[in-house]
């Protein structure tokens, strides 16, 4: 089974500039999550997705992000102009349901997304 | 306004002993809390996890320990192997829910 893709690995741009990251979570998850780790620090939460309606996006920073997910499969997270600050690894992660106990997120190995 | 702490950015252990990760949190609204670890260039996976009903969970090396009125809980692994270098990552959540707050992680170093 594929796990989380996250698509491109690395992502060099200007500040201005516009980056569309994109993320295909494992097969048959409705729920999708974009996550932001910022100069090795903590990772934060940024959005919600449950198929494709945005659940929760009080992490997103300001409007300058727009995340969409099409038809409830894969999800893509635009920032639109890019500024310095938002350098950093993202990652999205996605689940299947809420199990027993608790969501079990898988990640993927992230998109390093650095703006010069 | 930083919820979940981990103190020690970094932990150096021998193989074969014991390594102890501790991580601290603020919000009583948290009863559900996982580890996460990380290696280089690769998303977060899954450790072990803890709900707030218990004070103790095991899985293999791994155990985790919750102290609810100290907010504190740590990772122990035992014996730890070279293969558990890596970024360890604590994360709570409110009612086992997906949107999870971390820590800054600590990275373990296992010395052959």
């Known amino acids: 089974e594929a796990g989380v893709t996250q698509f491109p690995s690395h992502s060099v741009i200007e500040k201005g500039q516009t980056v569309t990251l994109r993320c295909d979570p494992i097969?048959?998850?409705?729920?999708l999550y974009w996550y932001r780790r910022v100069m090795g620090k903590e990772i934060k939460f940024l959005l919600h997705f449950v198929k494709e309606s945005k659940q929760d996006e009080s992490g997103m920073p300001n409007n300058r992000f727009l995340a969409e997910r099409t038809g409830g499969t894969y999800s893509t997270l635009k920032v639109q102009p890019a500024e310095l600050e938002d350098s950093g690894v993202y990652f999205c992660a996605s689940s299947q349901d809420r199990g027993n106990f608790f969501e079990k997120l898988f990640f993927g190995s992230g998109t390093q997304l650095s703006v010069l | 306004d930083q919820q979940v702490k981990q103190n020690s950015p970094s932990l150096s252990v021998q193989e074969g002993r014991i390594s102890i990760l501790n991580c601290d949190y603020t919000?009583?609204?948290?009863?559900?809390f996982l580890w996460y670890k990380k290696y280089p260039a690769e998303g977060p996976t899954f450790l072990i996890s803890i709900s707030s009903i218990k004070d103790k969970n095991e899985d293999g090396r791994f155990t985790v320990f919750l102290n609810k009125s100290a907010k504190h809980l740590s990772l122990h692994i035992v014996p730890s192997q070279p293969g558990d270098s890596a970024v360890y990552f604590c994360a709570a959540s409110a009612l086992g829910y997906g949107k999870l707050t971390f820590g800054q992680g600590t990275i373990l170093t296992v010395h052959p």
């Open positions: 919000n009583s609204m948290f009863d559900y």
């Open positions: 097969s048959g998850h409705d729920n």
